[in-house]
């Protein structure tokens, strides 16, 4: 086309006009960490699997998912999830089920035999890990795949620890349990049953390993000074509930009588009920509020006619059952005081569900250990005071739950795997967390969060079946799909199609985008719409 | 063209299915099959309004012709022809030795945009172009002021002519003076904030896409640059049809309006989900379609982030003002039903 | 083929010959008939591959022209008076962007007053639009004019007005000679315009141009017109070639070669003229006339050629510039500048006031005898004039001219349209 001048010009011509060079900030592509990884005791990259499910590929999910936490099915039954405290969806509607979606992720695995990687290349070190619970798997599981032979020595007759002898099975049926820990030894993990340790230091040095984990739980029961006659039928709650994986079914009685306000004393109450007693009574001292069990396990146990007396101690027990309970009134500073008001309830049996202790007794001759509050001292590390030997789990300072203990474990593996090496290990930076304001909540549609089916009550009080029923495919894409992505870019096109010049650039799937520095002015719109809040404004330098 | 010649046929209909993470509302969706992703996500979207135009950092006008020009040269196999009034789009987008326009383009006068497309319609036709389609655009003073006469007889004659209406509130060209769009009470350089009257007055102005549907031309539309999946719907919708149609895009103007540059989505969001400015379509001159408003928010925080309403919030005259235009606002929500229906609701 | 027939359709005719592809008016006296003619021939289905667009106003009538010829459509219209006015801002913008509209112009005088009957005021008042401005001496020059502007149009890429005198040519009877569609084909070839809105290659038409650059569009606009004076007369000889008569061409001297008077017109007048001037001749008087065709460009050679040995020049407008005197006038003069001869502009035919053949005698013998003033008004009612500037100075709030001097006249305001 013969152009006239000036007035006819070429399309796209204004490429040569570089509007970048009106910018005095510009945007830059970060990841936050999101609440919910943030909040994981076990190291999840909780959005990052869910990311996955989101598109369907559950398998790719389960893989993320293991790559930090090796029992999903378990986490995804006994997890308390604190994940979903902090998730920020929470604050649009609900957190997003991110327990259920774990279970429905680990019950795939288990139902399509979805493997572990092997380990790349071995190294020729040998570890010992003590104990089969969560913690002591969790450890075995990273040690192998960071490439270690590694042995577990149980005490026990089984594998799973506090999951096998404390957590009923109708919150963990065991099948599931055993699913999952025949996975890690499948890896070439080996264990030796029925064997305790008894000193450590002698156990390593004849049969020749570089380094030990230890994960032998909290076993031992706690007692209270209860005076009671000589029939006085008096038990503790980890016997009872180990009893209930044994041939013989604990005898409880008709009417029980629970003591103790954790989550152990629930369990034990809810057994009772399923093992017929008419009555199943917890005491406890303080109020509902300040109880250190989970609101929604108290609300189940409710639901299956568990009673619960608030504000009570027991004093004594008589010969034929008679229980002489003291009520407790708290005082300006919460504390229970005794009122001097007392009644008596009756009981066939008591159970003390009071915590329990750990015994340190394999520990005895190992030089440099810190012993404090009847548990062992470690450094961030997880090493003990003594160099090679590692801990974690319930026998070291922290809150006791299945998910903190898996976290023990694999923390502990990469430690372990640095010493062995001669280094240390250092764990990534941590990214700023992806708080709620840094959202723009406007893009997310309405979603309340799935609802697990909840086996009806008759079935819960009679039988030992589990009581929460998992996702089936659709709730779980949806569920997933109901996840923010706090912090981190989800590929919504919104930075790119919101941008007035163009200024973006996108990549393609998975790739994410990029900032054409050479047009963007710097107007900060893709920093306001970007749902997740992964894009920040930096002052320009220059 | 240097762009894509195979084009997907989208759908007309809203996004049917509700993605609840990459939501209903974002610009893309991973998760979605690729033929219903907007035409803005689209790696291959035209860009018919090119980088380097010169409109202000955050130009809701800027936004809106992309949006309005992509969507209809996907809707039109790249087979469009665009005539543009005088104004901010014509400036930024066109100063000699450079064009951002990707696509056939001219520009004739302030008031004219109507009737020459109208004759682009007309050339179309006599030469059997009739895939090669026809948009007029402007802003809101070369619409309902200057253009109106032409866009009117435009509408008359039902020309085959998609006219595009960026309505930004006022004359920003020239200096933010005030159109028949400027809203009450907002000040412009014409319409200051002194006196006891401060701002453009109560009860003036002109509903221009009401005055459209007057003309009973098969299709009128308002949209808005904060929901891009109902812009680009209502631009599929209007090239879909034959003969005049008009969709009324209001567009954030941060250099006119007193706000953030960051800010022009959300500004454009609260002014619809206040009630302000409603979503609606039109057929044959009777509203078909109403896009309901998902979280209703009072006028105040829309007014609140503009410097042109600030001075509502200086006294307590300003109060009673802003109570006026809640009014407004209430009557929008009333008259259109825009609480009503589920369309938004997961 | 002969024809009898009114001015208007001779022209539809033409325009039909030209094979137009869009045609779009607003009716105005007195170019309405042109436009009805060609609207209905579009109609009928007689002027196949044309559509014919009923618009809101004048300004809308140029734009849809606009943007139809920006598409690469060969594109008409046709106005008058207040209607070319109303567009004006389009007729400038038609000419920036360089299409090659046609538009026919019935001059009429321009109000207020309104009147609806003839003068250049309409034209002229676009002079420097942009446009090239060809005045039809009779209606088959009118009529020949069309055909040599659309050539002309799409060879410049500039568009064309062809100023035809208002009732005095468009509705006037006259036999004229309606070419055969074949000839015009062979002289009018398909339009291929300079530049077209085509999705297939795109561009931006109508750039805003800063002062880096303005000038020199400027100057090409400027020079599009200067090529358009050797290209006028190009046109018109092959134009008189193939169909057998002169029309057109930049001026037409008219006995010019040993006149010491010459009288310089525009349109239909310069038959009046004509036949003054040979009364006068025969009566042995120098004279001669110049009609001039194309007033944009402004043929400043060929008229000095023409003019340069007289002894007096008079220019006969019908056109004022208030304040000034004469609009061709002052071409004329700048013709001539360095040559030493006298010079009489004489406004003349305003709103349609007949130019008869004994004012013009008289006229031309004032001239001969240089007692002419230098801006003269053909037959001015001086008694009218006195009393009305006397009347003025009695009273400020003195009403309107115009309607006192009707008053006065005992006329009444007849077929204002
Ligand atoms: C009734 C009950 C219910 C619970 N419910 C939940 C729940 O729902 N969710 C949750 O997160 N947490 C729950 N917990 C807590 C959770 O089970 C523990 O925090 C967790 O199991 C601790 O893991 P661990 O590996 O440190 O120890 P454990 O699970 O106790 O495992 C220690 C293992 O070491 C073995 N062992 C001990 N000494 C030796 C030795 N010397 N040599 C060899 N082997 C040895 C033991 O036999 C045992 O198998 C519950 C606890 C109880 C008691
Ligand atoms: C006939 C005419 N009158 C006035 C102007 C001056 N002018 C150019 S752009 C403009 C304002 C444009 O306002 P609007 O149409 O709302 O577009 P905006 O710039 O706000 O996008 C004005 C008044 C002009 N170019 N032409
Ligand atoms: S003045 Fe307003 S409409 Fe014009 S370019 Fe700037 S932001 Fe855009
Ligand atoms: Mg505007």
């Given at each position: 086309m013969d152009k006239p001048f000036a007035i006819t010009l070429d399309v796209g011509s204004s490429l040569a006009n570089r509007t970048g060079s009106w910018r005095t900030s510009r945007p830059l592509y970060v990841d936050r960490l999101p609440p919910c990884n943030h909040a994981c005791p076990a190291g999840e990259n909780i959005q990052q699997w869910l990311y996955h499910a989101e598109s369907g590929d559950y398998e790719a999910a389960w893989h993320a998912l293991v790559e930090n936490n090796p029992l999903p099915a378990i986490m995804g039954r006994v997890?308390?999830?604190?994940?979903?405290?902090?998730?920020?969806?929470?604050?649009?509607?609900?957190?997003?089920?991110?327990?259920?979606?774990?279970?429905?992720?680990?019950?795939?695995?288990?139902?399509?035999?979805?493997?572990?990687?092997?380990?790349?290349?071995?190294?020729?070190?040998?570890?010992?890990?003590?104990?089969?619970?969560?913690?002591?798997?969790?450890?075995?599981?990273?040690?192998?795949?960071?490439?270690?032979?590694?042995?577990?020595?149980?005490?026990?007759?089984?594998?799973?620890?506090?999951?096998?002898?404390?957590?009923?099975?109708?919150?963990?049926?065991?099948?599931?349990?055993?699913?999952?820990?025949?996975?890690?030894?499948?890896?070439?993990?080996?264990?030796?049953?029925?064997?305790?340790?008894?000193?450590?230091?002698?156990?390593?040095?004849?049969?020749?390993?570089?380094?030990?984990?230890?994960?032998?739980?909290?076993?031992?029961?706690?007692?209270?000074?209860?005076?009671?006659?000589?029939?006085?039928?008096?038990?503790?709650?980890?016997?009872?509930?180990?009893?209930?994986?044994?041939?013989?079914?604990?005898?409880?009685?008709?009417?029980?009588?629970?003591?103790?306000?954790?989550?152990?004393?629930?369990?034990?109450?809810?057994?009772?009920?399923?093992?017929?007693?008419?009555?199943?009574?917890?005491?406890?001292?303080?109020?509902?509020?300040?109880?250190?069990?989970?609101?929604?396990?108290?609300?189940?146990?409710?639901?299956?006619?568990?009673?619960?007396?608030?504000?009570?101690?027991?004093?004594?027990?008589?010969?034929?059952?008679?229980?002489?309970?003291?009520?407790?009134?708290?005082?300006?500073?919460?504390?229970?005081?005794?009122?001097?008001?007392?009644?008596?309830?009756?009981?066939?049996?008591?159970?003390?569900?009071?915590?329990?202790?750990?015994?340190?007794?394999?520990?005895?001759?190992?030089?440099?250990?810190?012993?404090?509050?009847?548990?062992?001292?470690?450094?961030?590390?997880?090493?003990?005071?003594?160099?090679?030997?590692?801990?974690?789990?319930?026998?070291?300072?922290?809150?006791?739950?299945?998910?903190?203990?898996?976290?023990?474990?694999?923390?502990?593996?990469?430690?372990?795997?640095?010493?062995?090496?001669?280094?240390?290990?250092?764990?990534?930076?941590?990214?700023?967390?992806?708080?709620?304001?840094?959202?723009?909540?406007?893009?997310?549609?309405?979603?309340?969060?799935?609802?697990?089916?909840?086996?009806?009550?008759?079935?819960?009080?009679?039988?030992?079946?589990?009581?929460?029923?998992?996702?089936?495919?659709?709730?779980?894409?949806?569920?997933?799909?109901?996840?923010?992505?706090?912090?981190?870019?989800?590929?919504?096109?919104?930075?790119?199609?919101?941008?007035?010049?163009?200024?973006?650039?996108?990549?393609?799937?998975g790739k994410r985008f990029e900032f054409n520095y050479d047009y963007c002015k710097g107007c900060g719109i893709c920093v306001s719409e970007c749902p997740c809040g992964a894009i920040t404004m930096v002052p320009e330098t220059i | 063209m240097s762009t894509h010649d195979t084009p997907t046929e989208r759908p007309t209909q809203r996004q049917p299915v509700k993605f609840y993470q990459t939501g209903t509302f974002t610009v893309g969706n991973r998760l979605l099959p690729e033929n219903v992703r907007s035409v803005q996500a689209d790696m291959r979207r035209t860009n018919s309004l090119n980088s380097g135009h010169r409109a202000c950092q955050g130009c809701g006008e800027a936004l809106g012709a992309r949006y309005a020009i992509d969507a209809a040269m996907q809707a039109t196999r790249n087979q469009l022809i665009a005539v543009n009034a005088t104004g901010c789009l014509e400036v930024f987008s066109t100063p000699y030795p450079e064009t951002s326009w990707q696509i056939p383009w001219i520009h004739s006068l302030f008031g004219n945009a109507a009737a020459v497309a109208s004759g682009v319609a007309a050339a179309m036709r006599v030469k059997g172009h009739s895939d090669v389609r026809v948009v007029a655009q402007g802003g809101d003073g070369g619409t309902t002021d200057i253009g109106f006469g032409c866009l009117s007889g435009m509408f008359e004659r039902n020309d085959d002519v998609l006219y595009l209406c960026y309505d930004n509130e006022a004359y920003m060209n020239t200096g933010v003076q005030r159109s028949s769009a400027t809203p009450p009470g907002a000040r412009t350089a014409t319409t200051p904030a002194v006196g006891r009257q401060p701002g453009n007055e109560f009860g003036t102005g002109k509903n221009v896409p009401a005055i459209a549907m007057a003309h009973r031309i098969p299709y009128v539309a308002t949209a808005s640059v904060a929901n891009l999946r109902d812009l680009e719907q209502k631009v599929t919708t209007a090239m879909a049809i034959r003969g005049a149609r008009y969709i009324h895009i209001h567009v954030p103007c941060p250099l006119g309006w007193g706000s953030a540059p960051a800010d022009t989505i959300r500004i454009a969001r609260l002014a619809v989900e206040s009630g302000l400015f409603p979503l609606y379509e039109a057929h044959d001159g009777q509203v078909t379609a109403r896009t309901p408003i998902r979280r209703r928010v009072p006028v105040d925080d829309y007014l609140k982030l503009q410097k042109r309403f600030a001075h509502l919030f200086a006294n307590e005259a300003g109060k009673e003002r802003i109570a006026l235009v809640q009014a407004v606002a209430d009557r929008n929500i009333a008259e259109f039903g825009l609480l009503a229906g589920d369309d938004a609701h997961g | 083929m002969l024809k009898q027939t009114e001015g208007s359709r001779a022209v539809a005719e033409a325009i039909a010959l030209c094979r137009p592809e869009v045609i779009c008016a607003y009716p105005i006296t007195p170019q309405t008939h042109i436009v009805e003619g060609l609207g209905e021939m579009v109609k009928a289905g007689e002027l196949a591959g044309c559509e014919f667009i009923n618009v809101e106003s004048e300004f809308a009538a140029l734009s849809v022209a606009i943007g139809a010829s920006a598409a690469g459509a060969r594109t008409y219209t046709a106005t008058s008076s207040q209607g070319l006015l109303f567009m004006a801002e389009a007729v400038y913008n038609a000419a920036g962007l360089g299409l090659p509209i046609v538009m026919t112009i019935g001059n009429r005088a321009i109000g207020a007053p309104i009147n609806i009957w003839n003068d250049h005021s309409d034209s002229m008042s676009m002079r420097d639009a942009g446009w090239i401005q060809l005045f039809a001496e009779t209606n088959q020059e009118a009529l020949d004019l069309h055909i040599q502007a659309f050539r002309l149009a799409e060879e410049l890429s500039c568009p064309v007005m062809v100023c035809m005198d208002g009732f005095i040519l468009t509705h006037a009877y006259d036999r004229v000679d309606v070419p055969a569609q074949a000839e015009v084909d062979a002289f009018l070839p398909a339009f291929e315009p300079r530049q077209v809105l085509d999705p297939a290659e795109p561009v931006t038409i109508g750039a805003m141009v800063g002062p880096e650059a303005f000038t020199e569009v400027r100057y090409l606009a400027h020079h599009k017109q200067l090529r358009a004076l050797a290209l006028i007369p190009h046109l018109s000889s092959e134009f008189a070639a193939k169909f057998g008569r002169a029309s057109g061409g930049l001026i037409r001297p008219y006995r010019t070669s040993d006149a010491e008077t010459i009288v310089v017109a525009l349109g239909s007048v310069i038959g009046t003229v004509k036949e003054v001037v040979d009364d006068m001749r025969g009566e042995g008087v120098a004279i001669g006339c110049v009609s001039i065709c194309s007033f944009r460009p402004f043929p400043l050679t060929a008229l000095r050629e023409a003019l340069e040995h007289a002894k007096r020049v008079i220019v006969l407008e019908k056109c004022l510039a208030v304040g000034l005197g004469g609009i061709v006038s002052d071409g004329v003069r700048k013709a001539l500048s360095g040559v030493m001869l006298k010079g009489y502009t004489v406004i003349a035919g305003l709103g349609g006031r007949a130019i008869t053949r004994k004012s013009l005698r008289q006229l031309f013998e004032d001239a001969g005898a240089d007692e002419l003033e230098q801006v003269t008004f053909l037959d001015l009612n001086a008694d009218i004039v006195a009393s009305e500037l006397e009347r003025e100075t009695l009273s400020r709030r003195s009403g309107p001219t115009a309607e006192a001097i009707l008053r006065r006249l005992g006329t009444v305001a007849s077929g204002i349209g």
């Open positions: 997890c308390y999830h604190p994940c979903e405290g902090a998730c920020n969806r929470g604050r649009l509607d609900e957190a997003v089920g991110i327990n259920s979606v774990e279970r429905f992720l680990g019950d795939e695995a288990l139902k399509r035999g979805w493997q572990f990687k092997r380990p790349a290349a071995l190294s020729g070190k040998r570890v010992l890990v003590v104990g089969a619970g969560p913690s002591g798997l969790s450890a075995a599981y990273h040690l192998r795949r960071l490439g270690h032979a590694v042995k577990i020595v149980e005490a026990g007759p089984l594998a799973g620890g506090m999951m096998r002898f404390g957590i009923p099975k109708y919150r963990l049926p065991r099948d599931v349990l055993d699913g999952e820990v025949a996975r890690i030894l499948d890896m070439g993990v080996e264990l030796e049953l029925n064997r305790k340790v008894t000193d450590i230091r002698q156990t390593m040095r004849d049969e020749g390993f570089a380094a030990a984990f230890l994960a032998v739980g909290a076993h031992i029961a706690k007692r209270a000074y209860i005076p009671a006659g000589e029939a006085a039928r008096m038990l503790d709650a980890v016997a009872v509930l180990r009893d209930m994986e044994g041939a013989d079914q604990p005898m409880l009685g008709r009417r029980v009588v629970v003591y103790g306000g954790g989550n152990t004393a629930l369990d034990v109450a809810r057994t009772a009920k399923r093992l017929g007693a008419t009555e199943a009574i917890i005491v406890y001292r303080r109020t509902r509020e300040k109880m250190p069990a989970h609101d929604f396990e108290v609300e189940e146990a409710l639901q299956e006619g568990v009673l619960i007396k608030w504000l009570s101690t027991i004093k004594n027990m008589a010969d034929e059952g008679t229980l002489t309970v003291e009520k407790m009134a708290l005082d300006d500073k919460g504390f229970p005081q005794p009122t001097g008001e007392f009644e008596t309830l009756e009981a066939d049996s008591l159970v003390l569900a009071l915590g329990q202790d750990v015994d340190l007794s394999l520990l005895d001759n190992v030089p440099g250990l810190v012993i404090k509050d009847g548990v062992v001292q470690v450094g961030p590390d997880m090493m003990t005071g003594f160099p090679g030997l590692f801990a974690g789990g319930d026998m070291v300072p922290s809150e006791r739950t299945v998910t903190v203990a898996v976290g023990h474990g694999k923390k502990a593996a990469r430690h372990i795997d640095a010493w062995l090496r001669g280094t240390k290990y250092a764990p990534p930076p941590k990214h700023e967390i992806a708080t709620y304001d840094h959202l723009n909540a406007w893009y997310y549609a309405d979603a309340p969060k799935t609802v697990r089916p909840v086996l009806d009550l008759v079935r819960r009080q009679s039988t030992f079946d589990e009581v929460v029923s998992g996702l089936d495919e659709t709730n779980a894409l949806f569920e997933a799909r109901r996840c923010l992505s706090c912090g981190n870019c989800f590929e919504c096109d919104n930075c790119y199609g919101v941008c007035p010049d163009n200024a973006v650039i996108k990549l393609g799937p | - | -």
